[in-house]
């Protein structure tokens, strides 16, 4: 080789080491600029039920100039099976929202990871300013695995335009059981055989039943969740179901039955179409009834003639995808969609209470018309599946029986013996 080409190589390899040194190995991007952490978080609904996310994913992104965040809602009906097989196959979100419901079930599939660590390190951070109750319900087995997007109480609403023509008072605090139901009676009407209202809603729902259940001192499960028999079949649960699936049978019924519900629209449309006087939900049907023309008021759900009140406190939480691989960075959304900014933000439309104290006394101090809703919140028990992780198993069973009976093909006795057979066979 000539001396000059020799030169000319050398020169060759050392502008080579020095762009390598230079660039900054594959983790750079062009400048010298590190490349920005990327998630993805969801929730159930659309992008326009999800605008508050929107703007907060928005915001997460002008205040975190090394975090990307993208929102990508998954559609509310198939949620849990969508969000189960992504991440089954690895492609979840990294940060996503669970249901009260599924609290147990997810933590105990070992996909959600524990924020115990991440809140230790944390000074600035404080769960001091969520309500109380809402963290405990998102601690399983002592480690924090949620942080608290909203929470609505199950209540008693009531359509106020069918109450005044039939001119009948709107319910008291002091109703019981047995006053709703009569008075569901007198809202119920025919035209012939033919029903055209109905007075009260016992559907399939089992937080709803869960309330009547409670109140008339029973349950579908021991306080553990580890045992229905005794519990899902006991003389109580037989007495309280059978006197509940009266409500939506025969030709007395008050309560629209499967069909009638299907035919009529289902539960909510029927009560802003003036067809059903009352029924026991959650504050989130606010979005839809102010949407229409319906006049409508809340109640405390009613109580047993001993005094007995029950409520639920339905809730969302944020969780942490346990196989994401930047879950620092998730840490930081979670504690934005968590914090005091989103709270202020999801509750000033109405739809959801703050989940945080102090925005919660905010809107105490100034509610009037749903005073009854965040009262409810003294009265909250926590179902079977904020108690165990066998929660899924009580439900599926319970709801089985609960549709046979109402579909005449099985006595509540005869459903209930068989599921809680099933639910303890089962979790053996």
Same mark, same amino acid.
């Given at each position: 080789?000539?001396?000059?080409?020799?030169?000319?190589?050398?020169?060759?390899?050392?502008?080579?080491?020095?762009?390598?040194?230079?660039? #900054?190995?594959?983790?750079?991007?062009?400048?010298?600029?590190?490349?920005?952490?990327? @998630?993805?978080?969801?929730?159930?609904?659309?992008?326009?039920?999800?605008?508050?996310?929107?703007?907060?994913?928005?915001? =997460?992104?002008?205040?975190?100039?090394?975090?990307?965040?993208?929102?990508?809602?998954?559609?509310?009906?198939?949620?849990?099976?969508?969000?189960?097989?992504?991440?089954?196959?690895?492609?979840?979100?990294?940060?996503?929202?669970?249901?009260?419901?599924?609290?147990?079930?997810?933590?105990? $599939?070992?996909? *959600?990871?524990?924020?115990?660590? !991440?809140?230790?390190?944390?000074?600035?951070?404080?769960?001091? *300013?969520?309500?109380?109750?809402? *963290?405990?319900?998102?601690? %399983?087995?002592?480690?924090?695995? !949620?942080?608290?997007?909203?929470?609505?109480?199950?209540?008693?609403?009531?359509?106020? /335009?069918?109450?005044?023509?039939?001119?009948?008072? !709107?319910?008291?605090?002091?109703?019981?059981?047995?006053?709703? %139901?009569?008075?569901?009676?007198?809202?119920?009407?025919?035209?012939?055989?033919?029903?055209?209202?109905?007075? =009260?809603?016992?559907?399939?729902?089992?937080?709803? *039943?869960?309330?009547?259940?409670?109140?008339?001192?029973?349950?579908?499960?021991?306080?553990?969740?580890? +045992?229905?028999?005794?519990?899902?079949?006991?003389?109580?649960?037989?007495?309280?179901?059978?006197?509940?699936?009266?409500?939506?049978?025969?030709?007395? /019924?008050?309560?629209?039955?499967?069909?009638?519900?299907?035919?009529?629209?289902?539960?909510?449309?029927?009560?802003?179409?003036?067809?059903?006087?009352?029924?026991?939900?959650?504050?989130?049907?606010?979005?839809?009834?102010?949407?229409?023309?319906?006049?409508?008021?809340?109640?405390? %759900?009613?109580?047993?003639?001993? #005094?007995? /009140?029950?409520?639920?406190?339905?809730?969302?939480?944020?969780?942490?995808?346990?196989?994401?691989?930047?879950?620092?960075?998730?840490?930081?959304?979670?504690?934005?969609?968590?914090?005091?900014?989103?709270?202020?933000?999801?509750? +000033?439309?109405?739809?959801?209470?703050?989940?945080?104290?102090?925005?919660?006394?905010?809107? $105490?101090?100034?509610?009037?018309?749903?005073?009854?809703?965040?009262?409810?919140?003294? !009265?909250?028990?926590?179902?079977?599946?904020? /108690?165990?992780?066998?929660?899924?198993?009580?439900?599926?069973?319970?709801?089985?029986?609960?549709?046979?009976? @109402?579909?005449?093909?099985?006595?509540?006795?005869?459903?209930?013996?068989?599921?809680?057979?099933?639910?303890?066979?089962?979790?053996?």
């Amino acid at each position: 080789m000539k001396k000059g080409s020799a030169s000319l190589v050398m020169m060759l390899v050392l502008v080579l080491v020095l762009s390598a040194c230079s660039s #900054g190995g594959s983790n750079s991007a062009e400048g010298g600029k590190a490349e920005k952490v990327k @998630l993805t978080f969801s929730v159930w609904g659309d992008v326009n039920s999800g605008a508050d996310e929107v703007k907060l994913a928005e915001e =997460f992104n002008a205040a975190h100039p090394d975090i990307e965040v993208k929102f990508e809602p998954i559609p509310s009906e198939g949620y849990g099976t969508k969000l189960t097989t992504s991440l089954a196959a690895g492609q979840a979100p990294d940060v996503f929202l669970v249901g009260e419901g599924d609290y147990y079930k997810y933590v105990d $599939k070992g996909v *959600i990871e524990p924020l115990d660590d !991440y809140l230790s390190k944390d000074t600035a951070f404080n769960l001091d *300013i969520f309500q109380k109750d809402l *963290i405990e319900n998102m601690k %399983i087995e002592g480690k924090q695995y !949620y942080l608290p997007k909203d929470f609505n109480p199950l209540a008693l609403w009531y359509n106020k /335009r069918m109450f005044d023509e039939a001119g009948i008072p !709107y319910p008291t605090d002091e109703w019981t059981w047995d006053d709703m %139901i009569a008075t569901a009676q007198k809202l119920t009407k025919k035209d012939g055989k033919k029903y055209t209202q109905f007075g =009260f809603n016992a559907g399939k729902w089992e937080y709803p *039943i869960y309330t009547y259940l409670w109140d008339y001192g029973t349950d579908i499960a021991n306080e553990d969740g580890t +045992a229905a028999e005794g519990y899902m079949n006991s003389d109580k649960t037989i007495a309280a179901m059978d006197q509940y699936v009266s409500w939506s049978q025969g030709d007395s /019924r008050v309560s629209p039955t499967p069909l009638d519900s299907e035919t009529l629209g289902g539960d909510s449309s029927m009560f802003m179409t003036d067809k059903l006087a009352m029924m026991i939900t959650g504050r989130w049907i606010k979005g839809d009834l102010d949407k229409s023309d319906v006049q409508y008021g809340s109640a405390l %759900i009613p109580q047993n003639t001993d #005094g007995t /009140r029950s409520s639920i406190i339905a809730s969302a939480g944020w969780a942490i995808n346990a196989a994401g691989k930047n879950k620092e960075a998730a840490y930081e959304l979670v504690k934005w969609l968590s914090g005091t900014d989103a709270q202020k933000l999801r509750s +000033a439309n109405g739809k959801v209470l703050p989940a945080t104290v102090k925005e919660l006394d905010e809107v $105490k101090a100034k509610e009037v018309a749903d005073k009854p809703v965040i009262e409810m919140m003294d !009265y909250a028990k926590k179902p079977v599946t904020m /108690r165990s992780t066998n929660g899924p198993v009580f439900v599926e069973e319970f709801t089985k029986a609960l549709e046979k009976v @109402l579909l005449g093909k099985q006595d509540v006795k005869g459903a209930l013996d068989e599921a809680a057979k099933n639910v303890d066979s089962k979790i053996k």
